[in-house]
């Protein structure tokens, strides 16, 4: 079976350049996890999906960041436009149910020059 | 922050001693989950306890949780170089899932 899968692994960019980030989720997950991992930190909540309907998304600036899931499958997370300290690395996971064990996918690594 | 604590920050040992990680979380908790991520890696789940379990044991692993002080601990046993890595705790409250700080371990063999 396969995992998460994320891409791209690394993504180099000028400030103010927009970018974005694609998941897909293991089959037949329905809850889907966007998180931020800074250096030395453990991974903060960006967005959760269930189906297609983000249900939480408290932590998402919106005014740069934005995410869908259409038709409930894979995913997608923009920063438009990025800043420097965006540069983090971005993980993306799925579970079922939603409080169960989570499966992360490797991560995109973001640097913002 | 809404992170957990992790404690301690960093553990080194020498191979085939046993590592022990703490970790304190804020609010009630449906489960509490313990991760390891290698470098540059994504999360790799552990072990999974519930809130009405004290003690559960997974291979070398052995995970405590004490709801009156909401608190849990992770002790790896005889650890191996392989197990150099970072380690998170996740509490689990309704549909939230919350990380900790991490620990990194550094087995020396």
């Known amino acids: 079976e396969a995992g998460v899968v994320q891409s791209p692994r690394y993504k180099i960019i000028e400030k103010k350049q927009p970018v974005a980030f694609w998941c897909n989720p293991i089959?037949?997950?329905?809850?889907l996890y966007w998180y931020l991992q800074n250096l030395g930190q453990g991974p903060e909540l960006l967005i959760r999906?269930?189906?297609?309907?983000?249900?939480?998304d408290s932590q998402l600036p919106k005014d740069r960041f934005s995410a869908e899931r259409l038709k409930g499958v894979d995913s997608t997370l923009k920063i438009q436009p990025a800043e420097l300290g965006d540069s983090a690395v971005y993980l993306c996971?799925?579970?079922?149910?939603?409080?169960?064990?989570?499966?992360f996918g490797e991560g995109s690594r973001l640097t913002v020059l | 922050s809404q992170q957990g604590e992790e404690d301690p920050q960093a553990l080194s040992i020498q191979e085939g001693e046993n590592a022990t990680m703490n970790c304190s979380y804020k609010?009630?908790?449906?489960?509490l989950q313990w991760y390891r991520q290698n470098s540059g890696r994504g999360l790799v789940h552990l072990i999974l306890?519930?809130?009405?379990?004290r003690e559960k044991h997974s291979g070398r692993l052995r995970v405590t949780l004490d709801t009156s002080k909401k608190s849990s601990s992770l002790l790896i046993t005889a650890s191996r170089a392989a197990d150099t890595a970072s380690y998170f705790c996740?509490?689990?409250?309704?549909?939230?899932?919350?990380f900790g700080a991490g620990t990194i371990l550094r087995v020396k063999s």
């Open positions: 996971a799925s579970s079922t149910p939603p409080s169960g064990e989570l499966f």
């Open positions: 089959s037949g997950h329905n809850t």
């Open positions: 999906y269930e189906n297609e309907e983000a249900v939480d």
């Open positions: 609010t009630s908790i449906n489960n």
């Open positions: 306890i519930r809130s009405n379990e």
């Open positions: 996740a509490s689990v409250g309704g549909n939230k899932l919350v």
